[in-house]
């Protein structure tokens, strides 16, 4: 939220350079508050676990929020319940004509698979395409970040020799970013991917903004200039035992899947793992909430996809 102070206190100025967002007095008597509406594209297999992840993550802010579940066709879903989809996620048909403040569209297992060999790539543009006109932000997250930039910007994804898996070192590159607001300048955080997208390709789009990143994972947090796109390559809502479940699994189909690297003690998966990226997590997802959804939304949900007003901020 934003903080409210007298009206011409010297101390604005100083916050101001800091890109602590604030509102005078006169100010916050004219401003409207309504819940904010996020809509959440949940592409990976397990749908409740990461339901259950990303709500915690949106339940972290004195925001009242309320969110839609979208899936991305009608074809059955393996590890959920065909009750609980029929119950609770809606297609894109059903809600093309909403507008939301936010949405988050999560990663799913394809990144080794060619985009245009996606059985739902189609979809997936028209969706991205929508965005632009009834979204006012938008937080993709790992194959989520690789197929939006492919879409939008033109950047192809790398394959990796490798899976990328395990919890990795990162720094701030621009750590007066809003979305970074409160994090330390070094932080860990989780990733579990088979492919990236390459720094150089990024820093070549002028409207994109790497504001952190990892000497081994690469670029991890990037927005675009006016905050309407938020692209997060890792996995901070991911619960303690996700990458202990994930490298089980791929034992468990024969794939000799590499051990999570910093993750486990001593690398050894009979010991429990170390997990040291909550805080960070929670405040990426409530700086995304205050600073790139709340305060850049129109109050009237009818003006969304127009043009964004101006702001104090300096979003990247």
């Known amino acids: 939220m934003p903080l409210r102070i007298p009206d011409n206190l010297p101390a604005s100025q100083v916050l101001e350079l800091e890109n602590i967002?604030?509102?005078?007095?006169?100010?916050?008597?004219?401003?409207?508050?309504?819940?904010?509406r996020i809509l959440l594209l949940n592409l990976m297999p397990k749908k409740i676990d990461t339901e259950i992840h990303l709500l915690r993550m949106l339940s972290n802010t004195p925001l009242q929020v309320e969110v839609d579940l979208m899936r991305i066709s009608d074809k059955p879903s393996k590890n959920t319940p065909v009750a609980h989809m029929d119950a609770f996620y809606k297609d894109f048909s059903a809600i093309r004509s909403n507008k939301y403040d936010g949405m988050i569209i999560t990663g799913a297992p394809l990144g080794q698979v060619p985009f245009e060999d996606v059985y739902f790539w189609q979809e997936m543009t028209e969706i991205m395409d929508w965005t632009l006109t009834n979204v006012t932000s938008v937080m993709y997250l790992c194959w989520g970040v690789q197929a939006a930039m492919y879409h939008l910007y033109g950047i192809d994804k790398v394959v990796l020799p490798?899976?990328?898996?395990?919890?990795?070192?990162h720094h701030l590159v621009k750590p007066f970013s809003p979305i970074v607001r409160g994090f330390d300048d070094t932080f860990d955080a989780p990733h579990s991917r088979y492919a990236e997208v390459p720094v150089s390709a990024i820093q070549q789009i002028p409207e994109l903004e790497i504001i952190a990143a990892s000497e081994i994972a690469g670029a991890y947090i990037i927005a675009s200039s006016d905050g309407r796109q938020l692209f997060v390559t890792g996995h901070s809502e991911y619960e303690p035992l996700?990458?202990?479940?994930?490298?089980?699994?791929?034992?468990?189909?024969?794939?000799?899947?590499?051990?999570?690297?910093?993750?486990?003690?001593?690398?050894?998966p009979a010991l429990p793992p170390i997990v040291n990226w909550k805080s960070h997590g929670s405040l990426l997802f409530s700086n995304w909430l205050n600073y790139y959804v709340y305060q850049l939304t129109p109050f009237d949900m009818n003006n969304i996809g127009e043009q964004l007003g101006e702001t104090k901020m300096t979003l990247v």
């Open 21 to 36: 967002f604030c509102i005078s007095d006169a100010q916050a008597q004219h401003q409207d508050i309504r819940p904010q």
């Open 242 to 268: 996700c990458l202990k479940d994930e490298y089980e699994r791929d034992l468990a189909a024969g794939h000799q899947p590499a051990i999570p690297e910093h993750y486990f003690p001593n690398d050894d």
């Open 162 to 169: 490798k899976k990328l898996s395990g919890v990795y070192p």
